[in-house]
């Protein structure tokens, strides 16, 4: 079987998800999985067992003992391995900590990395911001498939219109 | 015997509320914690301490009152073990505020349907627990006491992860939505099994009445979503208000094959559970709560007509060990608690 994404080399990642009874199947090759952020290889030459340590388990490489770099937040102290053992965040600053290595096994638990619920009306405006200029990009690119070419004159207008905003520091939006 | 405190009526055991004969009450809880201090179960005492200070503030500020009424103020620590307990059992707070540490505290509102726990698990949890199924009412007052501590507090949030918490089931919108839902029926009728799995299968959680791991006693459920992450508020409380309404359609059918198929079998069980509640000597909790529920259903189908559901509703929690020693004024021991059980219904149901 081929990957899907690259259509080019042999699919070795088959990833099956049933998330809220919708089920889908993804088969990529090494490379297109580890692009699209489903699983890390790069450090990590036992794949397979990253795939089956538990939901929270530490990755393999501090199983084995080899932490190359110890990942520590700064603010409260906690290493990553200890993250993984309690399943606990020690403070809001280990999220940042932490960075990537979060991404799969928030969306093995949750099914999704991208909050889209509501935030603070103090972190508002410039997020809000941002995630229209999202929301608009994606309809722009529809529009442009289906050769919908007024339309989308319109989307883009509107776009710079909130990216000049946006560098204003989307105080405006508030 | 019973010249103790007595327990305050919660809002949510004080009325049936809409589909209230099925559902006993909705309830929504939202996480937040302080930006850069370490959460409660890594923090100092003085960290702890500067979270209640923050929350303490708010109390006192004339905005909350205004906006909100009167609101008690209650340190863990000034409470005794028993008052404690009360709140816990009338779920006004969870079980985890009592073990964590001594500035846990918790800022209830004068009707005790919003209570703002501090150094839960997280540095703040509001909780709106209100009657029947109104998980969107809840969910607009939560949003109101939560938007006004925002306003004081800065809150550890991040764009891509939303409301950042201790536990990452909990990041993103922070919302744990449940429902408590009384099933007698479809547990007569030997289809509970089959609902219930099916519940977990659209991503919710499923769990016996006082909290995890904890068996069914009394055909109560409460029903949750898991995901806090990638749906909005909206859509986890429009989800678990679709799956509720369907487990409220499959009960009441179930109901009704109780009363078309076998009306005086029925009769007969609700009757004879309201006769073992109202002459009964000696009542374990364990007894006392399958005898509530199926005379809960008595009255839902008719067939008992002295009283009233919500007086059912809020002896479920009365007949609760802490409940019952404060209002007896004294502590208790197992068998003594059966005794005075059985007189709290008879008495209550007498009339």
Same mark, same amino acid.
């Given at each position: /079987?081929?990957?899907?994404?690259?259509?080019?080399?042999?699919?070795?990642?088959?990833?099956?998800?049933?998330?809220?009874?919708?089920?889908?199947?993804?088969?990529?090759?090494?490379?297109? +999985?580890?692009?699209?952020?489903?699983?890390?290889?790069?450090?990590?030459?036992?794949?397979?067992?990253?795939?089956?340590?538990?939901?929270?388990?530490?990755?393999?490489?501090?199983? /084995?003992?080899?932490?190359?770099?110890?990942?520590?937040?700064?603010?409260?102290?906690?290493?990553?391995?200890?993250?993984?053992?309690?399943?606990?965040?020690?403070?809001?600053?280990?999220?940042? +900590?932490?960075?990537?290595?979060?991404?799969?096994?928030?969306?093995?638990?949750?099914?999704?990395?991208?909050?889209?619920?509501?935030?603070?009306?103090?972190?508002?405006? +410039?997020?809000?911001?941002?995630?229209?200029?999202?929301?608009?990009?994606?309809?722009?690119?529809?529009?442009?498939?289906?050769?919908?070419?007024?339309?989308?004159?319109?989307?883009?207008?509107?776009?710079?219109?909130?990216?000049?905003?946006?560098?204003?520091?989307?105080?405006?939006?508030? | 015997?019973?010249?103790?405190?007595?327990?305050? $009526?919660?809002?949510?055991?004080?009325?049936?509320?809409?589909?209230?004969?099925?559902?006993?009450?909705?309830?929504?809880?939202?996480?937040?914690?302080?930006?850069?201090?370490?959460?409660?179960? =890594?923090?100092?005492?003085?960290? $702890?301490?500067?979270?209640?200070?923050?929350?303490?503030?708010?109390?006192?500020?004339?905005?909350?009152?205004?906006?909100?009424?009167?609101?008690?103020?209650?340190?863990?620590?000034? =409470?005794?073990?028993?008052?404690?307990?009360?709140?816990? @059992?009338?779920?006004?707070?969870?079980?985890?505020?009592?073990?964590?540490?001594?500035? #846990?505290?918790?800022?209830?509102?004068?009707?005790?349907?919003?209570?703002?726990?501090?150094?839960?698990?997280?540095?703040?949890?509001?909780?709106?627990?209100?009657?029947?199924?109104?998980?969107?009412?809840?969910?607009?007052? #939560?949003?109101?006491?939560?938007?006004?501590?925002?306003?004081?507090?800065?809150? #550890?949030?991040?764009?891509?992860?939303?409301?950042?918490?201790?536990?990452?089931?909990?990041?993103?919108?922070?919302?744990?939505?449940?429902?408590? *839902?009384?099933?007698?029926?479809?547990?007569?009728?030997?289809?509970?099994?089959?609902?219930?799995? #099916?519940?977990?299968?659209?991503?919710?959680?499923?769990?016996?009445?006082?909290?995890?791991?904890?068996?069914?006693?009394?055909?109560? *459920?409460?029903?949750?979503?898991?995901?806090?992450?990638?749906?909005? @508020?909206?859509?986890?409380?429009?989800?678990?208000?679709?799956? $509720?309404?369907?487990?409220?359609?499959?009960?009441?059918?179930?109901?009704?094959?109780?009363?078309?198929?076998?009306?005086?079998?029925?009769?007969?069980? *609700?009757?004879?559970?309201?006769?073992?509640?109202?002459?009964?000597?000696?009542?374990?909790?364990?007894?006392?709560?399958?005898?509530?529920?199926?005379?809960?259903?008595?009255?839902?189908?008719?067939?008992?007509? @002295?009283?009233?559901?919500?007086?059912?509703?809020?002896?479920?929690?009365?007949?609760?060990?802490?409940? =019952?020693?404060?209002?007896?004024?004294?502590?208790?021991?197992?068998? @003594?608690?059966?005794?005075?059980?059985?007189?709290?219904?008879?008495?209550?149901?007498?009339?």
């Amino acid at each position: /079987m081929l990957c899907q994404e690259c259509q080019k080399r042999v699919a070795t990642v088959h990833l099956t998800r049933i998330i809220n009874g919708e089920y889908t199947e993804q088969h990529l090759c090494e490379q297109c +999985a580890k692009n699209k952020g489903e699983f890390d290889f790069s450090h990590n030459p036992f794949s397979l067992q990253s795939l089956l340590t538990g939901l929270m388990n530490v990755d393999s490489q501090t199983l /084995m003992g080899f932490t190359p770099k110890k990942l520590q937040c700064n603010n409260c102290g906690l290493t990553y391995a200890q993250f993984g053992q309690i399943g606990r965040f020690g403070c809001s600053e280990c999220y940042q +900590a932490f960075g990537e290595r979060l991404v799969p096994i928030l969306r093995r638990i949750h099914g999704s990395t991208q909050h889209v619920g509501s935030e603070p009306r103090r972190a508002g405006g +410039a997020v809000k911001l941002r995630r229209n200029i999202e929301e608009l990009k994606q309809q722009l690119q529809r529009l442009v498939e289906e050769e919908k070419f007024e339309q989308a004159a319109v989307v883009r207008d509107q776009i710079k219109k909130l990216e000049s905003r946006a560098t204003d520091g989307g105080k405006k939006d508030v | 015997m019973f010249n103790g405190k007595k327990v305050k $009526t919660s809002k949510w055991m004080s009325s049936a509320g809409p589909d209230g004969e099925i559902v006993l009450s909705s309830r929504i809880r939202l996480a937040r914690n302080i930006k850069g201090l370490p959460f409660p179960y =890594l923090a100092s005492d003085s960290q $702890t301490e500067e979270v209640k200070k923050q929350v303490y503030a708010i109390y006192q500020d004339k905005a909350l009152s205004q906006q909100f009424g009167n609101m008690s103020f209650l340190s863990m620590h000034k =409470l005794s073990p028993l008052e404690r307990q009360v709140l816990v @059992e009338k779920h006004l707070i969870s079980p985890m505020l009592v073990k964590e540490n001594h500035n #846990a505290a918790v800022l209830l509102s004068d009707d005790e349907a919003v209570s703002i726990m501090i150094n839960e698990e997280d540095h703040i949890r509001i909780q709106c627990l209100l009657p029947g199924l109104q998980l969107e009412q809840a969910l607009a007052e #939560a949003n109101r006491y939560d938007e006004l501590l925002e306003e004081k507090l800065d809150y #550890a949030y991040d764009e891509r992860w939303g409301y950042l918490t201790v536990c990452p089931t909990n990041v993103g919108t922070g919302l744990r939505a449940s429902v408590m *839902v009384h099933l007698p029926a479809l547990s007569i009728t030997k289809q509970i099994n089959r609902v219930l799995s #099916a519940i977990a299968q659209v991503g919710l959680a499923v769990r016996g009445l006082y909290g995890e791991g904890s068996e069914i006693t009394g055909n109560l *459920v409460q029903i949750s979503n898991q995901i806090t992450l990638g749906q909005s @508020e909206e859509e986890i409380v429009k989800n678990l208000f679709g799956v $509720t309404r369907q487990i409220v359609e499959q009960e009441a059918q179930a109901r009704q094959v109780l009363l078309n198929e076998g009306r005086d079998r029925i009769a007969d069980r *609700v009757n004879r559970a309201f006769g073992v509640l109202t002459h009964a000597w000696l009542l374990s909790s364990q007894e006392a709560m399958q005898l509530l529920s199926e005379v809960h259903l008595g009255i839902d189908l008719g067939l008992i007509k @002295e009283i009233k559901g919500e007086v059912i509703k809020e002896l479920m929690v009365l007949q609760r060990p802490a409940n =019952l020693q404060l209002m007896a004024g004294q502590s208790l021991d197992a068998f @003594e608690r059966d005794r005075i059980r059985a007189r709290l219904f008879r008495e209550r149901l007498a009339q």
